[in-house]
């Protein structure tokens, strides 16, 4: 597949359309209403998808239903953005049977985290497109902050991060392409035709309630696979919810990824507010960024 020539969609204004889609969990009338409202708010069109509230066990709507909603939001050239209701379990199922034609020729923002992290992934691996993981609907009500900051990312407002500094930083500065996401998905994409090409690139990660032990399995697929040895940054958002057997793993799962990266010099931020915890702050994945870790971690997007 070739690459779009325009690699960052265009952001939106007031009059808008936002697409909401269920491309994996289940999603109730209830969950998703907040988040419209507040969309209407900011000036937006909400348009969602025909099976959005469609129910098969834990997904919403059969494989065959969450595809034909979802590539039709991808050929709407209408739609300026659109946004995973909820993550879960499921887009794996889908990916190979959309057509990004439409996509390519009318770009919009992809915007999700989690699950959506294997869309955020297959649109840079094939077409250079920018995405957004961000905040999404059935997360609206944890933490404003992080829906002030979605609408500002949406509307293209210049904005950069500087957090505090955590322990286990490794100091430095570095800038390159940032891509990455959910580090479970991204380790079941290995060796499938939506795998990243992390060389020279500045990797973000993140994850939820996984056992110890394996983090340090993914962690060690990605070191042997030669994902973290041309990096030129790691960003580490929440690892949230951890768990241990009853035998202890004997590491926190920021040791576990500070001793895979050990060899490597480049700079590795710790404690990005994004992920599954209460805070998410929306990323341009795809686009250049300049981060410095010193005594306060600066992220700036190019």
Not at 66 to 92: H, W
Request: proline share 4%; glycine share 8%; hydrophobic share 40%.
């Amino acid at each position: 597949m070739q690459k779009n020539l325009q690699t960052r969609p265009s952001f939106l204004k007031p009059g808008d359309t936002i697409g909401i889609v269920a491309p994996a969990r289940k999603i109730s009338m209830e969950e998703l209403k907040p988040a419209i409202e507040i969309f209407e708010k900011w000036g937006m069109k909400v348009k969602l998808g025909k099976n959005i509230y469609a129910i098969d066990n834990q997904y919403a709507g059969s494989d065959e239903e969450r595809c034909a909603d979802f590539q039709k939001m991808l050929d709407d050239s209408e739609l300026k953005a659109i946004i995973a209701a909820r993550g879960g379990y499921g887009i794996v199922r889908i990916i190979d049977k959309l057509d990004f034609s439409g996509f390519i020729k009318h770009p919009k923002w992809i915007a999700g985290y989690s699950d959506v992290t294997v869309l955020h992934s297959h649109i840079h691996k094939h077409f250079g497109i920018e995405t957004l993981h961000c905040t999404m609907p059935i997360s609206f009500a944890k933490n404003i902050e992080s829906v002030t900051l979605l609408k500002q990312a949406l509307f293209g407002e210049q904005f950069s991060y500087k957090i505090d500094a955590h322990p286990m930083n490794r100091n430095g500065e570095a800038e390159g392409e940032l891509l990455g996401g959910n580090l479970s998905l991204l380790y079941a994409l290995a060796a499938t035709p939506s795998d990243l090409n992390t060389d020279g690139k500045i990797l973000f990660l993140e994850d939820l309630d996984e056992y110890l032990y394996h983090i340090d399995r993914m962690m060690m697929q990605l070191k042997r696979s030669g994902k973290l040895s041309k990096l030129k940054g790691l960003v580490l958002g929440g690892f949230t919810e951890m768990k241990d057997n009853t035998v202890p793993f004997g590491k926190t799962a920021e040791e576990i990824i500070i001793d895979a990266v050990k060899e490597y010099n480049y700079p590795v931020c710790f404690n990005f507010p994004a992920g599954h915890g209460e805070k998410n702050f929306p990323l341009y994945l795809g686009r250049k960024v300049q981060i410095s870790v010193q005594e306060k971690t600066l992220l700036k997007f190019l």
